[in-house]
Structure formats: C-alpha cells, structure tokens
C-alpha cells in the first residue's frame, strides 16, 4: 500500500490518492505474496476479488499452491 501512495505522480498508482485496502491476508514470504498478486491480477475479474472475500478458503487454496 506504501507503494501506492508514494508512488511518483507520473505512474499510474500514483495518480490517485483514495486507495484503500479491500482485501489482507498473510503469505509465507515475500515471493509467495507476489505470485498470488501475480495470479490475481492475471484474472482480471472483479468478481473473483469479490469471491476471494466472501470465500476465504479460496485464499487458503492459493496460498497452498504458491507455497
């Protein structure tokens, strides 16, 4: 999240200033957490995100397969 509001004005995330957290969850480790972020954003689905929310054991299932 840090990143995103420091980011310098001439990217994209730092373009804006409303970030907000939607979803946190704790990873093994620093290459874990960017392979989930990796898969996430490579769904380009609002409705997955919405689902890793309502369904937490989809969550548990990605940390499996990334660990």
């Known amino acids: 999240m840090d990143f995103h ?3 310098p004005t ?3 995330t730092g373009k804006t200033d409303d970030w907000e957290v939607f ?3 704790q990873c093994d ?3 874990q957490a960017l392979a989930i ?3 996430v954003k490579q769904m380009k689905s609002k409705v997955y995100i919405q689902n890793l929310k309502k369904f937490p ?3 548990t299932k990605l ?3 990334y660990s």
């Open 5 to 7: 509001i420091t980011a």
């Open 10 to 12: 001439t990217k994209f």
């Open 23 to 25: 979803l946190h969850f």
């Open 29 to 31: 480790n620093k290459r």
């Open 37 to 39: 972020e990796r898969h």
């Open 57 to 59: 054991e989809l969550i």
């Open 63 to 65: 940390r499996a397969k």
